[in-house]
Each structure stands twice: as structure tokens, then as C-alpha cells.
């Protein structure tokens, strides 16, 4: 379909378009395994993709998604999962609730009215974003900070992340940092968080989570932001979405750049491309957590070595990667992940914005026409556009 990153930007931008209703923007255009419907994840990071580079129709596509999932919220201001409204069909999660529906819903709300400034849409979102807030203080469980994720409770809902991870509590900082600043509140210190999730033997120790699982640690392995911590355990394996939505909103050091660097280099070793899977190492069956991944799934088993969330390359995540780094001044990484993933498609002659590349052969796997994987394309361009120009974060 494309050649060239330039021509895959302008499909993934169309695509993105016919994904959007009146209802919202739908997850794929498929018929398959729920793909068709207006879901909060997907929806809200097309939205935001759209968002970025000022495109009307996304723009008022990421309304229409955000006044769905509002107008379905339910009463203890959980956000639904996924909405199809043609049959009035609301799921708040299959095996477990979806604690990042929420997160997004309020990053997204709120992006939505700084950007427009929509009055009208804002107060019809607003005491919706106000009760879905204290829905996710209550998913602290201990009033502490941070949200505690079930196993199968975000996007990653068939691979075992869970309890405090980096990507769901990303995403509730983000959300927390707009609201603040709407309402003129100040900002709160999320110093913390950083240094847990990215532990080093420096840390204050006045902000060490848990200082028994932190003095267990080789501060030598970790070179990226893990991925989850757990009563008893710092989980240092590499959530690329939780690493991205983490760049993005606080400047590494010049040591952290530099074993960032030497991950990705690693990594480039073992898959034989500069390209970024969802997550890393790929858990096997021998791995300890493989009993925790081998029968969760909703309709059949796809988290085989290097396939889907075990190892999988989702160009979402990847594409949020690329900005990140971008946003850190590493322009060069992230020009090499995006020339490799260009001319990864431009190979491909069955290139159909499929879900994710399989992290060993490199093959395309999972649905077609993702919203998701042309929102990944859209923040690999907001990379490339900041080689020029630093722009400033979302």
C-alpha cells in the first residue's frame, strides 16, 4: 500500500477518518471479536492522535467517543470498556474490569477541552471526568497514589501485568496534571512514582515504595522504566506504552539516556531490527509467570512466543516510542525505529495497518485496519516533525 514513510502518514490519517461515526471512532472497521465499536482505549488514542495534528474530523470524532462512553458510565463512575451503541451493548471488561478505560477517559476529556476549548461538550464531560476521578481514587485501594491494576485489567488483557504498573498510573498522572491545571489547582509532585518506577541507588530514601523488594535489586539490569511493582516485587521486564507514556511527560538524565540507548541497541540484537514489542524479555514456558498467561484469553490463545502482547511489535505503542524519544531529544533513535518499520511495510505487499509484527519473524499478525496502528503511524510523524522543531508535550 505505501511506499515511503510519507505516503503510509496520509493512509493512516484516511484510515483513521473512516473509522470515524457519529457515535465515535470505532476500533477497526472489521467484523470481529468486538472490533467494530466505539472502544475507550482506542477511540480516545485515535482522538488524541488526531488531536496533535489539528484534524477536524478526528477532533470531532474523539467527541462523539468521549460523549458515548459518558452517556454509558455507570453508577459508581466506572467507564465502559466498549460500546456498541447501534444495540445499546455496554461491556466494562470481559474476565476483569478495564481499569484504563477510565484513565484514558479523563486524559482524553480533558485534552479534548484545553485543545477546543468547547464549552458546551465540556460541561456535559466534566461531572463525568469529576465522578469517574473518584472511581479511580477508590482503585487506590489504599489511598496512597497510585492505582493497583488486576491481572487482565488494561489493554494488555490477556498477558499477566498487573497490580501498580507504569502504564495505567502514566496515564492517571497525565490525566491528573490537565484537570489540575483547568481548575487552577496546583500541580501535585510526582517525584515519587518516577523514582519507583525507575529505581536506582540513588533514591531518596524517603520515596523507596517498599525498601525489602527494593534492596533486592541490581540497579545495573535496569535500564528503562519497569514495568510493574507488586506487595514484594519490582517487575523490571520493559512495557513499551508504560516507557513512552513516561517520556513524555518527564526529561530523562543523561545516564538514563544512555542505558535507554543501550537497551534499544540490545534489543536490536535479538530481533535483528530497531523495531520496539509491547513487551520484553518473551515469557516462555519456562518463564515463572507462564501459568499466568497460558489459559487467559477470551476467544483463542495468542500469546505464543513473539506474538501478540508476548513479544509482539505494536506500532501503536512503538509509534508512541518514537515520540518519546523525540521528546527527549533522542531524534536519532527514533528515526532509526520509524526508517525500519517503513521499509518493514514497504516489503510487505499484504500490509493492511495490522495489529502488531510478530517480535521473532517479523511476520503481520492480528486484525486489520487498526485505529490503533494508524495512531501509532500519526506519533511516529510527531517524532520526525520535532527533528525540526522541540515541540512541546501533549
Same mark, same amino acid.
Given at each position: 500500500?505505501?511506499?515511503?514513510?510519507?505516503?503510509?502518514?496520509?493512509?493512516?490519517?484516511?484510515?483513521?477518518?473512516?473509522?470515524?461515526?457519529?457515535?465515535?471512532?470505532?476500533?477497526?472497521?472489521?467484523?470481529?471479536?468486538?472490533?467494530?465499536?466505539?472502544?475507550?482505549?482506542?477511540?480516545?488514542?485515535?482522538?488524541?492522535?488526531?488531536?496533535?495534528?489539528?484534524?477536524?474530523?478526528?477532533?470531532?470524532?474523539?467527541?462523539?467517543?468521549?460523549?458515548?462512553?459518558?452517556?454509558?458510565?455507570?453508577?459508581?463512575?466506572?467507564?465502559?470498556?466498549?460500546?456498541?451503541?447501534?444495540?445499546?451493548?455496554?461491556?466494562?471488561?470481559?474476565?476483569?474490569?478495564?481499569?484504563?478505560?477510565?484513565?484514558?477517559?479523563?486524559?482524553?476529556?480533558?485534552?479534548?477541552?484545553?485543545?477546543?476549548?468547547?464549552?458546551?461538550?465540556?460541561?456535559?464531560?466534566?461531572?463525568?471526568?469529576?465522578?469517574?476521578?473518584?472511581?479511580?481514587?477508590?482503585?487506590?485501594?489504599?489511598?496512597?497514589?497510585?492505582?493497583?491494576?488486576?491481572?487482565?485489567?488494561?489493554?494488555?488483557?490477556?498477558?499477566?501485568?498487573?497490580?501498580?504498573?507504569?502504564?495505567?498510573?502514566?496515564?492517571?498522572?497525565?490525566?491528573?496534571?490537565?484537570?489540575?491545571?483547568?481548575?487552577?489547582?496546583?500541580?501535585?509532585?510526582?517525584?515519587?512514582?518516577?523514582?519507583?518506577?525507575?529505581?536506582?541507588?540513588?533514591?531518596?530514601?524517603?520515596?523507596?515504595?517498599?525498601?525489602?523488594?527494593?534492596?533486592?535489586?541490581? %540497579?545495573? @539490569?535496569?535500564? $528503562?522504566?519497569?514495568?510493574?511493582? =507488586?506487595? +514484594? &516485587?519490582?517487575?523490571?521486564?520493559?512495557? /513499551?506504552? !508504560?516507557?513512552?507514556?513516561?517520556?513524555?511527560?518527564?526529561?530523562?538524565?543523561?545516564?538514563?539516556?544512555?542505558?535507554?540507548?543501550?537497551?534499544?541497541?540490545?534489543?536490536?540484537?535479538?530481533?535483528?531490527?530497531?523495531?520496539?514489542?509491547?513487551?520484553?524479555?518473551?515469557?516462555?514456558?519456562?518463564?515463572?509467570?507462564?501459568?499466568?498467561?497460558?489459559?487467559?484469553?477470551?476467544?483463542?490463545?495468542?500469546?505464543?512466543?513473539?506474538?501478540?502482547?508476548?513479544?509482539?511489535?505494536?506500532?501503536?505503542?512503538?509509534?508512541?516510542?518514537?515520540?518519546?524519544?523525540?521528546?527527549?531529544?533522542?531524534?536519532?533513535?527514533?528515526?532509526?525505529?520509524?526508517?525500519?518499520?517503513?521499509?518493514?511495510?514497504?516489503?510487505?505487499?499484504?500490509?493492511? %495497518?495490522? @495489529?502488531?509484527? $510478530?517480535?521473532?519473524?517479523?511476520? =503481520?499478525? +492480528? &486484525?486489520?485496519?487498526?485505529?490503533?496502528? /494508524?495512531? !501509532?503511524?500519526?506519533?511516529?510523524?510527531?517524532?520526525?516533525?520535532?527533528?525540526?522543531?522541540?515541540?512541546?508535550?501533549?
Amino acid at each position: 500500500m505505501a511506499k515511503g514513510f510519507p505516503a503510509l502518514y496520509e493512509n493512516a490519517v484516511a484510515l483513521l477518518e473512516n473509522l470515524c461515526t457519529s457515535e465515535g471512532i470505532l476500533a477497526s472497521t472489521i467484523e470481529a471479536d468486538n472490533y467494530k465499536r466505539v472502544w475507550a482505549r482506542d477511540s480516545i488514542v485515535c482522538g488524541m492522535a488526531g488531536l496533535q495534528i489539528g484534524n477536524p474530523i478526528l477532533i470531532e470524532g474523539l467527541k462523539n467517543s468521549l460523549l458515548t462512553l459518558a452517556n454509558h458510565q455507570n453508577e459508581l463512575g466506572m467507564i465502559p470498556s466498549n460500546v456498541l451503541p447501534s444495540a445499546n451493548d455496554v461491556s466494562f471488561g470481559s474476565l476483569v474490569g478495564r481499569i484504563d478505560a477510565n484513565t484514558w477517559f479523563v486524559l482524553g476529556s480533558c485534552a479534548y477541552f484545553m485543545k477546543t476549548n468547547d464549552l458546551t461538550t465540556w460541561e456535559l464531560l466534566k461531572p463525568k471526568v469529576e465522578k469517574c476521578r473518584t472511581y479511580l481514587k477508590a482503585a487506590e485501594f489504599n489511598n496512597k497514589g497510585w492505582l493497583y491494576t488486576p491481572l487482565s485489567g488494561n489493554w494488555a488483557d490477556e498477558y499477566p501485568i498487573h497490580g501498580y504498573t507504569l502504564y495505567d498510573n502514566m496515564i492517571r498522572i497525565w490525566g491528573e496534571d490537565y484537570w489540575n491545571r483547568l481548575e487552577g489547582n496546583q500541580s501535585f509532585n510526582h517525584e515519587k512514582t518516577f523514582q519507583n518506577f525507575w529505581p536506582h541507588d540513588h533514591n531518596d530514601p524517603s520515596m523507596i515504595y517498599q525498601k525489602s523488594a527494593f534492596q533486592k535489586l541490581n %540497579f545495573e @539490569e535496569i535500564n $528503562h522504566y519497569i514495568a510493574f511493582i =507488586l506487595p +514484594g &516485587k519490582y517487575d523490571l521486564r520493559f512495557d /513499551a506504552a !508504560g516507557n513512552a507514556l513516561a517520556l513524555l511527560q518527564k526529561s530523562l538524565n543523561e545516564q538514563q539516556k544512555e542505558k535507554l540507548r543501550a537497551f534499544l541497541k540490545g534489543l536490536t540484537q535479538e530481533i535483528g531490527k530497531p523495531l520496539i514489542p509491547a513487551f520484553w524479555p518473551i515469557i516462555s514456558e519456562e518463564s515463572e509467570d507462564w501459568n499466568l498467561l497460558e489459559g487467559n484469553y477470551s476467544f483463542d490463545f495468542k500469546n505464543y512466543s513473539g506474538a501478540f502482547h508476548n513479544g509482539g511489535i505494536w506500532p501503536v505503542w512503538m509509534g508512541l516510542f518514537c515520540w518519546g524519544l523525540a521528546e527527549n531529544g533522542m531524534h536519532m533513535e527514533a528515526s532509526q525505529i520509524i526508517n525500519a518499520f517503513t521499509e518493514l511495510v514497504d516489503a510487505n505487499p499484504d500490509w493492511d %495497518f495490522q @495489529e502488531f509484527i $510478530h517480535g521473532k519473524t517479523l511476520e =503481520l499478525g +492480528g &486484525k486489520t485496519k487498526m485505529g490503533y496502528t /494508524a495512531s !501509532g503511524i500519526v506519533f511516529m510523524h510527531l517524532a520526525l516533525r520535532m527533528r525540526q522543531s522541540f515541540g512541546n508535550r501533549m
